[in-house]
Protein backbone atom coordinates (compact mmCIF):
# COMPACT_ATOMS: atom_id res chain seq x y z
CA UNK A 1 0.00 0.00 0.00
CA UNK A 2 0.94 3.60 -0.67
CA UNK A 3 1.87 5.32 2.52
CA UNK A 4 3.22 9.02 2.81
CA UNK A 5 5.91 9.90 5.40
CA UNK A 6 4.28 12.64 8.03
CA UNK A 7 7.15 13.07 10.08
CA UNK A 8 11.17 12.14 9.64
CA UNK A 9 13.17 12.90 13.06
CA UNK A 10 16.22 12.11 14.61
CA UNK A 11 16.16 9.79 17.06
CA UNK A 12 20.12 9.14 18.32
CA UNK A 13 23.01 9.26 16.14
CA UNK A 14 22.69 7.50 13.02
CA UNK A 15 18.97 6.15 13.44
CA UNK A 16 15.84 7.95 12.32
CA UNK A 17 12.27 7.22 12.57
CA UNK A 18 9.75 7.64 9.68
CA UNK A 19 6.02 8.10 10.63
CA UNK A 20 3.75 6.60 8.21
CA UNK A 21 -0.10 7.08 7.27
CA UNK A 22 -1.76 5.74 4.15
CA UNK A 23 -1.74 7.88 1.76
CA UNK A 24 -5.36 7.98 1.08
CA UNK A 25 -5.76 8.59 4.99
CA UNK A 26 -7.84 5.28 5.47
CA UNK A 27 -6.97 3.05 8.11
CA UNK A 28 -4.11 0.90 8.59
CA UNK A 29 -4.23 -2.82 9.15
CA UNK A 30 -3.92 -4.56 12.44
CA UNK A 31 -0.55 -5.69 13.88
CA UNK A 32 0.75 -7.02 17.19
CA UNK A 33 3.99 -6.32 19.24
CA UNK A 34 6.59 -7.80 17.10
CA UNK A 35 5.53 -7.47 14.17
CA UNK A 36 7.77 -5.98 10.61
CA UNK A 37 6.31 -4.78 7.59
CA UNK A 38 8.17 -4.84 3.65
CA UNK A 39 9.12 -1.52 2.59
CA UNK A 40 10.14 -1.06 -0.90
CA UNK A 41 12.87 1.18 -1.84
CA UNK A 42 14.85 2.59 -4.93
CA UNK A 43 15.16 0.35 -7.59
CA UNK A 44 12.69 -2.11 -6.17
CA UNK A 45 15.23 -3.00 -3.02
CA UNK A 46 12.97 -4.22 -0.08
CA UNK A 47 14.02 -3.56 3.51
CA UNK A 48 12.36 -5.17 6.72
CA UNK A 49 11.61 -3.11 9.54
CA UNK A 50 9.73 -3.18 12.97
CA UNK A 51 6.92 -1.75 13.58
CA UNK A 52 7.69 0.20 16.96
CA UNK A 53 4.54 2.55 17.13
CA UNK A 54 1.46 1.77 19.22
CA UNK A 55 -0.78 -1.07 17.75
CA UNK A 56 -3.83 0.69 19.05
CA UNK A 57 -3.19 4.09 16.55
CA UNK A 58 -4.97 3.15 13.38
CA UNK A 59 -3.95 6.11 11.78
CA UNK A 60 -0.08 6.14 11.89
CA UNK A 61 3.01 3.72 12.09
CA UNK A 62 6.37 3.87 12.99
CA UNK A 63 9.73 2.52 11.77
CA UNK A 64 13.00 3.00 13.38
CA UNK A 65 15.97 3.17 10.95
CA UNK A 66 20.00 3.21 11.37
CA UNK A 67 22.17 3.75 8.90
CA UNK A 68 24.43 1.00 8.15
CA UNK A 69 28.11 1.99 7.58
CA UNK A 70 27.94 -1.41 5.29
CA UNK A 71 24.50 -0.80 3.72
CA UNK A 72 23.80 -2.53 0.40
CA UNK A 73 21.56 0.46 -0.37
CA UNK A 74 18.76 0.47 1.83
CA UNK A 75 19.42 2.30 4.77
CA UNK A 76 21.12 4.67 2.66
CA UNK A 77 18.01 5.36 0.38
CA UNK A 78 16.22 6.42 3.86
CA UNK A 79 19.02 8.66 5.25
CA UNK A 80 19.90 10.53 1.85
CA UNK A 81 16.04 10.18 0.06
CA UNK A 82 13.28 9.77 2.51
CA UNK A 83 11.85 13.20 3.67
CA UNK A 84 8.52 14.79 4.96
CA UNK A 85 5.55 14.14 2.46
CA UNK A 86 7.44 11.79 0.47
CA UNK A 87 5.39 8.42 -0.43
CA UNK A 88 6.45 4.51 0.08
CA UNK A 89 5.28 1.38 -0.95
CA UNK A 90 4.97 -1.14 2.47
CA UNK A 91 3.34 -4.37 3.01
CA UNK A 92 1.65 -5.96 5.27
CA UNK A 93 2.48 -6.42 8.75
CA UNK A 94 3.85 -9.99 9.44
CA UNK A 95 5.07 -11.27 13.24
CA UNK A 96 7.48 -14.26 13.86
CA UNK A 97 8.55 -12.49 16.81
CA UNK A 98 5.04 -12.43 18.54
CA UNK A 99 4.54 -11.55 22.59
CA UNK A 100 3.58 -14.28 24.27
CA UNK A 101 1.60 -14.15 27.47
CA UNK A 102 3.66 -14.37 30.56
CA UNK A 103 4.03 -12.63 34.18
CA UNK A 104 7.32 -11.73 33.53
CA UNK A 105 9.58 -11.09 31.14
CA UNK A 106 13.24 -10.02 30.59
CA UNK A 107 13.89 -7.91 27.18
CA UNK A 108 17.28 -7.14 25.58
CA UNK A 109 18.23 -4.90 22.94
CA UNK A 110 21.19 -4.49 21.18
CA UNK A 111 21.82 -0.78 19.35
CA UNK A 112 18.57 -0.92 16.78
CA UNK A 113 17.02 -3.91 18.03
CA UNK A 114 15.17 -2.00 20.57
CA UNK A 115 12.76 -1.11 17.67
CA UNK A 116 10.53 -4.47 17.42
CA UNK A 117 10.68 -3.85 21.79
CA UNK A 118 8.76 -1.29 22.33
CA UNK A 119 5.48 -1.82 21.93
CA UNK A 120 5.83 -5.14 23.67
CA UNK A 121 7.25 -2.98 26.60
CA UNK A 122 3.92 -1.24 26.25
CA UNK A 123 2.13 -4.43 26.32
CA UNK A 124 3.62 -5.84 29.10
CA UNK A 125 3.18 -2.63 31.48
CA UNK A 126 -0.44 -2.37 30.07
CA UNK A 127 -1.04 -6.16 31.41
CA UNK A 128 0.69 -5.58 34.64
CA UNK A 129 3.21 -7.65 33.92
CA UNK A 130 6.66 -7.53 35.64
CA UNK A 131 8.97 -6.55 33.36
CA UNK A 132 13.36 -5.41 32.89
CA UNK A 133 14.82 -4.35 29.55
CA UNK A 134 18.53 -4.11 29.81
CA UNK A 135 19.90 -2.12 26.49
CA UNK A 136 23.24 -2.25 25.23
CA UNK A 137 24.69 0.38 22.55
CA UNK A 138 27.98 1.48 20.80
CA UNK A 139 27.60 4.67 23.12
CA UNK A 140 24.59 6.51 24.97
CA UNK A 141 24.18 8.97 21.93
CA UNK A 142 23.66 6.34 19.69
CA UNK A 143 20.87 4.39 21.62
CA UNK A 144 18.05 5.35 19.69
CA UNK A 145 14.47 6.07 21.86
CA UNK A 146 15.90 7.02 24.78
CA UNK A 147 13.63 9.54 25.97
CA UNK A 148 10.75 7.38 25.22
CA UNK A 149 12.23 4.70 27.56
CA UNK A 150 13.11 7.13 30.67
CA UNK A 151 9.09 6.91 31.62
CA UNK A 152 10.07 3.28 33.06
CA UNK A 153 12.47 4.14 35.49
CA UNK A 154 15.36 1.82 36.79
CA UNK A 155 13.58 -0.91 35.38
CA UNK A 156 15.77 -0.13 32.14
CA UNK A 157 19.02 -0.25 32.67
CA UNK A 158 21.19 1.48 30.06
CA UNK A 159 24.45 -0.13 28.69
CA UNK A 160 26.63 1.90 26.84
CA UNK A 161 29.76 -0.30 25.60
CA UNK A 162 31.86 2.72 26.16
CA UNK A 163 31.08 3.34 29.03
CA UNK A 164 30.61 -0.15 31.07
CA UNK A 165 31.86 -2.37 28.75
CA UNK A 166 29.35 -5.03 26.78
CA UNK A 167 26.31 -6.07 28.55
CA UNK A 168 27.08 -8.74 31.61
CA UNK A 169 24.31 -11.57 29.91
CA UNK A 170 25.95 -14.07 32.03
CA UNK A 171 25.90 -12.13 35.27
CA UNK A 172 22.33 -11.41 34.46
CA UNK A 173 20.78 -14.30 33.14
CA UNK A 174 22.40 -17.50 33.73
CA UNK A 175 19.96 -18.14 36.42
CA UNK A 176 16.55 -19.28 35.58
CA UNK A 177 14.01 -17.29 36.44
CA UNK A 178 10.24 -18.76 37.35
CA UNK A 179 7.54 -17.87 34.80
CA UNK A 180 9.62 -15.59 33.03
CA UNK A 181 10.28 -15.24 29.35
CA UNK A 182 13.49 -13.54 27.85
CA UNK A 183 12.74 -11.61 24.51
CA UNK A 184 16.19 -10.36 22.56
CA UNK A 185 16.79 -8.55 19.65
CA UNK A 186 20.14 -7.57 18.70
CA UNK A 187 24.00 -8.02 16.43
CA UNK A 188 24.51 -11.63 16.33
CA UNK A 189 27.33 -11.91 18.89
CA UNK A 190 24.88 -10.34 21.50
CA UNK A 191 21.84 -13.15 20.84
CA UNK A 192 24.80 -15.89 20.21
CA UNK A 193 25.98 -14.89 24.29
CA UNK A 194 22.24 -15.09 25.64
CA UNK A 195 22.59 -18.70 24.17
CA UNK A 196 25.37 -19.60 25.98
CA UNK A 197 24.10 -17.51 29.19
CA UNK A 198 20.46 -19.46 28.93
CA UNK A 199 21.34 -23.15 28.43
CA UNK A 200 20.03 -23.93 32.05
CA UNK A 201 16.66 -21.94 31.62
CA UNK A 202 13.51 -24.30 30.18
CA UNK A 203 13.12 -24.90 26.79
CA UNK A 204 11.43 -21.89 24.82
CA UNK A 205 12.18 -19.19 27.50
CA UNK A 206 14.09 -17.42 24.77
CA UNK A 207 12.64 -15.45 21.96
CA UNK A 208 14.84 -13.85 19.20
CA UNK A 209 14.84 -11.97 15.99
CA UNK A 210 17.82 -11.82 14.43
CA UNK A 211 18.92 -8.92 11.86
CA UNK A 212 21.14 -11.51 9.94
CA UNK A 213 20.86 -14.65 8.78
CA UNK A 214 22.05 -17.07 11.79
CA UNK A 215 25.24 -19.01 10.34
CA UNK A 216 24.31 -22.93 9.70
CA UNK A 217 26.80 -25.72 9.91
CA UNK A 218 26.19 -28.30 7.13
CA UNK A 219 28.32 -31.90 7.05
CA UNK A 220 29.00 -31.76 3.32
CA UNK A 221 27.36 -31.04 -0.31
CA UNK A 222 23.58 -30.77 -0.36
CA UNK A 223 21.73 -33.64 -1.63
CA UNK A 224 19.30 -32.84 -4.38
CA UNK A 225 15.53 -33.68 -3.61
CA UNK A 226 11.87 -33.94 -5.02
CA UNK A 227 9.06 -31.22 -4.04
CA UNK A 228 5.81 -32.26 -4.30
CA UNK A 229 3.01 -28.87 -4.94
CA UNK A 230 -0.19 -29.93 -3.88
CA UNK A 231 -1.66 -26.93 -4.65
CA UNK A 232 -0.16 -26.45 -7.92
CA UNK A 233 0.15 -30.87 -8.84
CA UNK A 234 3.77 -30.02 -10.15
CA UNK A 235 7.09 -31.63 -9.28
CA UNK A 236 9.90 -30.04 -8.86
CA UNK A 237 13.33 -31.23 -8.60
CA UNK A 238 15.85 -29.19 -6.53
CA UNK A 239 19.56 -29.54 -7.09
CA UNK A 240 21.83 -29.22 -4.66
CA UNK A 241 22.81 -25.66 -5.76
CA UNK A 242 19.33 -24.09 -5.96
CA UNK A 243 16.89 -23.38 -3.70
CA UNK A 244 13.17 -24.51 -3.54
CA UNK A 245 12.16 -21.02 -4.41
CA UNK A 246 14.30 -20.13 -7.12
CA UNK A 247 13.13 -23.87 -8.89
CA UNK A 248 9.12 -22.99 -7.98
CA UNK A 249 10.43 -19.90 -10.01
CA UNK A 250 11.52 -21.31 -12.74
CA UNK A 251 8.48 -23.42 -13.26
CA UNK A 252 6.72 -19.69 -12.98
CA UNK A 253 4.56 -20.53 -9.71
CA UNK A 254 2.99 -17.84 -7.65
CA UNK A 255 5.52 -17.44 -5.11
CA UNK A 256 6.32 -14.68 -2.45
CA UNK A 257 9.34 -13.58 -1.16
CA UNK A 258 11.70 -10.89 0.26
CA UNK A 259 15.39 -11.41 1.77
CA UNK A 260 16.00 -14.73 0.32
CA UNK A 261 17.55 -15.43 3.37
CA UNK A 262 15.35 -16.71 5.94
CA UNK A 263 14.82 -14.18 8.24
CA UNK A 264 11.50 -11.76 7.21
CA UNK A 265 9.22 -15.21 6.73
CA UNK A 266 7.52 -13.85 3.74
CA UNK A 267 7.99 -17.22 1.66
CA UNK A 268 6.44 -19.49 4.50
CA UNK A 269 5.08 -22.32 3.50
CA UNK A 270 3.36 -25.38 4.91
CA UNK A 271 5.00 -29.02 5.12
CA UNK A 272 2.63 -31.30 4.46
CA UNK A 273 4.86 -34.41 4.06
CA UNK A 274 8.53 -35.46 4.55
CA UNK A 275 10.91 -33.88 6.65
CA UNK A 276 13.25 -30.94 5.97
CA UNK A 277 16.06 -29.50 7.40
CA UNK A 278 15.26 -25.76 8.77
CA UNK A 279 18.38 -23.51 7.88
CA UNK A 280 16.28 -20.33 8.59
CA UNK A 281 16.59 -18.11 11.51
CA UNK A 282 13.29 -17.37 12.58
CA UNK A 283 11.93 -21.04 14.09
CA UNK A 284 12.38 -22.28 17.68
CA UNK A 285 13.75 -25.57 17.92
CA UNK A 286 9.99 -26.35 19.21
CA UNK A 287 9.27 -25.25 15.91
CA UNK A 288 11.93 -27.03 13.81
CA UNK A 289 10.85 -30.29 15.30
CA UNK A 290 7.52 -29.98 15.02
CA UNK A 291 7.89 -30.21 11.11
CA UNK A 292 4.43 -27.75 10.03
CA UNK A 293 6.07 -25.04 8.02
CA UNK A 294 9.43 -24.54 5.79
CA UNK A 295 10.77 -21.31 4.30
CA UNK A 296 11.71 -21.57 1.16
CA UNK A 297 14.14 -19.46 0.34
CA UNK A 298 16.73 -21.85 2.33
CA UNK A 299 15.08 -25.35 3.77
CA UNK A 300 16.09 -28.14 2.09
CA UNK A 301 14.56 -31.78 2.71
CA UNK A 302 16.56 -33.66 5.55
CA UNK A 303 19.37 -36.13 4.52
CA UNK A 304 17.90 -39.31 3.91
CA UNK A 305 14.48 -38.03 2.91
CA UNK A 306 14.06 -37.49 -0.63
CA UNK A 307 10.44 -35.92 -0.89
CA UNK A 308 8.79 -32.69 0.39
CA UNK A 309 5.41 -32.15 0.26
CA UNK A 310 4.56 -28.66 0.26
CA UNK A 311 1.40 -26.67 0.04
CA UNK A 312 3.13 -24.67 -2.80
Known amino acids: MEMIIHERRDEAVGVVSLSLGRADGGELPTWTPGAHVDVTLADGVVRQYSLCSDPGDRQRWRLGVLREPASRGGSEYVFDKLHDGDIVEVGEPRNHFALEAAPRYVFVAGGIGITPLLPMIAAAEAAGAEWSLLYGGRTRTSMAFRDELHQYGDRVVLAPQDEVGLLD?????????????????????????????????????????RFTPRTIETDGADDPFEVACAASGVTLVVPPDRSI?????????????????GTCGTCETPLLAGRAEHRDSLLSDEEKADQNTVFICVSRAERGCARLELDL
Open 169 to 209: LRGQLMAPRPSTLVYACGPEPMLDALDVAMTAWPAGSLHVE
Open 245 to 261: LEVAQDRGLPVDFSCGE
